[in-house]
């Protein structure tokens, strides 16, 4: 699914439509595939890239996934009994500078 939101985004230069609709998904499915998804984007999403290749806007895009992930899916991740690992990842998402670098679950992440 992630490799779908991707190449949408890309082929659109955005992802508000493709968040939004997938915001609106209620189901297992749609919440099993944001948490493959999640753990797939966190390692890159923690370096401040974006998870992908984009031909522009990379910066905008990595920003708007961001704060759409560190937003929703939490509540969702859990509905999935996500490891708490990956929760800790995601809420690390929404944190900058030294607020990440020294939370207890930062993992020493290089980029």
């Given at each position: ?7 949408c985004a ?6 508000s439509?493709?968040l939004?609709?997938?915001?609106a ?9 944001l ?5 797939h ?8 890239q974006l ?8 910066d905008?895009l990595?920003?708007?996934?961001a704060?759409?992930l560190v937003r929703?899916a ?6 999935q009994d996500?490891?708490?690992e990956?929760l800790?990842r995601i809420r690390?998402?929404?944190l900058t500078g030294?607020a990440?670098?020294?939370d207890?679950?930062w ?5």
């Amino acid at each position: 699914m992630h490799e779908v939101l991707a190449l949408c985004a890309e082929a659109s230069a955005t992802l508000s439509p493709w968040l939004n609709t997938w915001e609106a998904l209620e189901d297992r499915v749609a919440d099993r595939h944001l948490t493959e998804a999640a753990a797939h984007w966190e390692y890159d999403l923690l370096g401040d890239q974006l998870p992908w290749d984009a031909w522009d806007n990379a910066d905008d895009l990595r920003t708007e996934l961001a704060a759409w992930l560190v937003r929703h899916a939490p509540a969702r991740l859990q509905a999935q009994d996500a490891p708490e690992e990956l929760l800790h990842r995601i809420r690390l998402i929404g944190l900058t500078g030294p607020a990440r670098w020294e939370d207890p679950h930062w993992p020493n992440h290089r980029y």
